[in-house]
């Protein structure tokens, strides 16, 4: 119960007690890790400060990665608390709707360059500041999906997105390696969250998985931050490089 006891996580992207990152900083917490959290704006820390409150987080504090110099300061603040931080949670995606609902060949281009830079660069960035702070080694984690490697109906722009992503958590797993940080995708299944009700039919695709899932089940955010805190802990020290499925074996099926 204490697999991360003396370790820091910093969770970025916390939009409400739903998200899956609401679900790893719970996971982090209850396995003994110091939390930092992170909230867009004004209009989304009411919905955080709960989560913030579960899990006794020791900074709440605002990341609009859009905003010069932002992610910098989140990543100050915990430099001056802490000294260190052993875990980076990236949960922060992005498209505008016109973009996300309308077929790849149609994608505009500043569409294509806003999602690119929220939901990938983002996480260059991120790793960029983390990298002087995890003094001894640590784990990095972004939120993947399925369709990144398979087309997905109706998830349309975010499927290159997220090879991109996945591609960019492979050569961020070699250059840092080294320094003993390890960097892995997450990959659940279909989940009713803030980001996942913007997809165009989306009950539709939350019951095909239901019923194609080999386990005939929906994950929930408990089960993806279990999963984070397994790959956090030292036990999963030589897991680099991996898009690590939580969705019931859903993506085995053909």
Known sequence: ????????????????????????????ADAGADVALTYQGAKARPFVEPVAAAVG????????????????AVFAAVQARWGHVDILVHSLAFCGADDLHGRVTDCSAAGFAQAMDISVHSLIRAARLAEPLMHAGGTILTMSYYGGEKVVDNYNIMGP???????????LAVELGPRQIRVNALSPGPLR???????????????????????????????????????????ARCVTGEVVHIDGGLHVRA
Do not use: W, Y
């Open 57 to 72: 987080a020791k900074l709440l504090l605002p990341l609009d990665v859009t905003v010069e110099g932002e992610m910098e």
């Open 1 to 28: 119960m204490n697999a991360l006891a003396g370790k820091v996580a910093l969770v970025l992207g916390v939009a409400n007690a739903q998200s899956i990152a609401a679900g790893c900083a719970q996971a982090f």
């Open 161 to 171: 997105v997220k090879a991109a992503l996945e591609a960019v958590v492979r050569n």
């Open 193 to 235: 969250t803030r980001a996942g009700s913007g997809i165009a039919h989306f009950d539709a695709l939350v019951d095909a998985a239901r019923d194609r899932a080999p386990e005939q089940a929906l994950v929930t955010v408990a089960d993806v931050g279990d999963v984070a805190a397994m790959l956090a802990s030292d036990g």
